[in-house]
Each structure stands twice: as structure tokens, then as C-alpha cells.
């Protein structure tokens, strides 16, 4: 198992509508975990933390499952400005920083 | 606050020879790391330092080689350039607080080996 998964779409999603992905991790004694996004030739830069409770920033809510072992980020009313690729990221804790996984490409079509 | 800041932006080199990535960060993080991200994959740790002196190996440092003598700039070294080392590469600073790590990155270096 490799150890963070993302289905990679895309995802195609009409402007407004609600999209929801997911990631998986396989080592459970993970840490930290974020939501990066990445536009087109850009450097990944940090979405939004993932907190046990849940947590939300504006549109986007993030959720961890830690007995299940995956992540999941929500966007509603979606923008065409949400168009870009989402990358999963856990800390495993050590000095080593942090495990990406491949990124989920999402398209908003107006 | 220039953030993290990273030279050249995009490079053609043949196969053989070498050069260094330069980069570079002016918020006092600790922490720095190398990574390349080829297309379609995920980012992938080359070197990391948690500190001005102190280097160690990611998941991928064949080929390559690094330095910390200042907090501020940790420069990346190819020295025989070869086609599997096409790629991007983003250097990354971060400041570790308790587990909750957010990594800045720098803009990104093109590199083509042909």
C-alpha cells in the first residue's frame, strides 16, 4: 500500500456544485496531516491543516478519520478559481518533513 | 519578506555536466528541504536539514548533494547530470512547532537533461 493515496481525476464539476475527495494514509502513526493545493507550474501551497475534530475554512471542510486511516476535503459552491490539483500530505512526525501523495486534478467548468 | 526564493528558474543542461540550485529563505526557519516532482507524480524528498550545518538523505539522493552553512540557504549540487534527473525541484523551509508543520515553498527550478 503506498502511503498516501489520492485518486488522481480529474474531476470535472460544474461551477457551484459541491465536490468532496479523499485520501488514504497506511501509516498509523502519522501525525500531522494538510490539504495542499497546486496550481499548473506553481509550488504547492498550504490549503488548510486537518484537525481530529474537523475544521473548516470558509467553503473548504476538512475531515480525519484516524481509525480508518484517510482524509477527506469538501469544497462547496465551487469556484472556477478552485480549479487546480489538491495534494494530501502527512507528517509522519519525524525530522524528515512531510509524505505527498500524487494529487486529485480538479477541473470547475462554468 | 521574499518568502523562499530559488535560482534558476528553468535550466537546460547536457548530460554530464553540473550545476547547483540555489535557494534560499529569510524567515529563520530551521528547517529546509529538497524535493523533485516529476510529472504526474507526487513530491519526492531528496535532502532535508534541520539546521545550519546539518544535512541528511530523503527518499531519493542519488545524484545529488547538499550544504547548510547558513541558516539562510541550502543550495542543491548535480554533479554529473544525467536524463533521469529531469524534473522540477522545489526547496521548502519550515519552522517545526509541536507536530503541526506548514511548509513554504519556494517557486520551483526547471531542469531538462538532454
Known amino acids: 500500500r503506498k502511503e498516501v493515496e489520492q485518486d488522481p481525476g480529474p474531476f470535472n464539476v460544474p461551477e457551484g456544485a459541491t465536490v468532496a475527495f479523499n485520501c488514504t494514509y497506511s501509516n498509523s502513526a502519522s501525525q500531522s496531516f494538510f490539504w495542499y493545493r497546486q496550481d499548473c507550474r506553481k509550488e504547492p501551497k498550504l490549503l488548510m491543516s486537518v484537525y481530529s475534530s474537523g475544521n473548516e475554512d470558509g467553503r473548504f471542510t476538512a475531515q480525519l478519520n484516524r481509525a480508518s486511516q484517510y482524509i477527506s476535503l469538501l469544497i462547496r459552491d465551487s469556484k472556477l478559481s478552485d480549479s487546480a490539483t489538491y495534494l494530501c500530505v502527512v507528517n509522519r512526525g519525524g525530522a524528515d518533513g512531510l509524505t505527498f501523495g500524487k494529487g486529485t486534478h480538479l477541473i470547475i467548468q462554468p | ?114
Not at chain 2, 526557519?29 to 524535493?35: G, I, L, V
Not at chain 2, 545550519?52 to 545524484?63: L, W
Open chain 2, 1 to 114: 519578506n521574499a518568502g523562499v526564493t530559488q535560482t534558476p528558474k528553468f535550466r537546460i543542461l547536457k548530460i554530464g555536466q553540473s550545476m547547483t540550485l540555489q535557494c534560499a529563505q529569510d524567515m529563520n526557519h530551521n528547517y529546509m528541504y529538497w524535493y523533485r516532482q516529476d510529472p504526474g507524480m507526487g513530491l519526492k524528498l531528496i535532502y532535508y536539514s534541520v539546521g545550519a550545518g546539518i544535512t541528511d538523505k530523503g527518499e531519493v539522493p542519488n545524484g545529488y548533494n547538499v550544504s547548510r552553512s547558513t541558516t539562510e540557504d541550502f543550495p542543491l549540487r548535480l554533479e554529473l547530470a544525467a536524463p533521469s534527473q529531469t524534473s522540477v525541484y522545489f526547496c521548502a523551509s519550515s519552522y517545526l512547532r509541536g507536530g503541526q508543520e506548514t511548509q513554504y515553498f519556494g517557486p520551483g527550478t526547471r531542469l531538462l537533461v538532454l
